[in-house]
């Protein structure tokens, strides 16, 4: 079974903070995805990577960043945390393009 | 622009009632299309995809070019059918393209 885990369930912080969400595949998988998951506005890509140190940029990059140092793992960056990035944070990988994505749990960040 | 639309939100049907979950793509080459669902507690997984043309726990969802439509189809829907359903597809970027999503209750 493919497992994809995130560091968190459930994050709070402040306006301003820098926030780190770490996402973890053990599958081998080339391609990992951020999502974020807001109701009436569906899934919305914030960035993939498709190898090692590669990354592109997804529909709403702003105010994120990502690094993919490890194969495995697949982080999300908030470089100063806001109120409307408050969402629920998806991470999902894939062996190659176009195969099915996993999901992670989802971690749920709120901004104060 | 290339583009998912789920237009209805929420889809209330009884339990044995047919189902249509519908999906409209706007794409001018031939995406690959999916349907995901989430189940309440659950992680978001794969329910189906075109190109496989399976039935899977009882929906289909037929590519009709014409109409630009994948719409997702169950003949009698059963009350664990009750869940968040994304049509997402696949275009010359890496990455898919989810729609809006849309809630289906179906009642006892």
């Known amino acids: 079974d493919v497992k994809v885990t995130q560091s968190s369930r459930y994050l709070v912080k402040r306006t301003g903070e820098k926030v780190f969400l770490e996402c973890v595949q053990d599958?081998?998988?080339?391609?990992m995805f951020w999502y974020r998951q807001d109701p009436g506005l569906g899934l919305r890509l914030i960035y993939f990577s498709y190898d090692v140190k590669m990354k592109e940029k997804g529909d709403i990059p702003e105010g994120y960043s990502v690094s993919r140092e490890k194969k495995e793992r697949f982080s999300l960056i908030l470089e100063s945390a806001s109120t409307n990035q408050t969402s629920m944070y998806l991470c999902?990988?894939?062996?190659?393009?176009?195969?099915?994505?996993?999901f992670g749990p989802g971690t749920r960040l709120t901004v104060l | 622009a290339q583009r998912v639309t789920q237009p209805e939100k929420l889809l209330s049907v009884f339990k044995g009632a047919p189902v249509e979950l519908k999906c409209n793509y706007s794409y001018s080459g031939s995406p690959e299309l999916f349907w995901y669902v989430q189940y309440s507690r659950q992680r978001l997984q794969l329910l189906l995809r075109?190109?496989s043309r399976e039935s899977i726990k009882g929906f289909t969802a037929d590519l009709n070019k014409g109409e630009t439509s994948f719409h997702l189809k169950k003949p009698f829907a059963q009350e664990e059918d009750s869940a968040m359903y994304y049509c997402?597809?696949?275009?010359?970027?890496?990455?898919?393209?989810f729609g809006s999503g849309t809630r289906l209750q179906v009642q006892p």
């Open positions: 075109h190109i």
């Open positions: 997402a597809f696949l275009t010359g970027r890496r990455a898919l393209t």
């Open positions: 599958m081998d998988h080339e391609n």
């Open positions: 999902a990988s894939s062996f190659r393009e176009g195969d099915e994505q996993f």
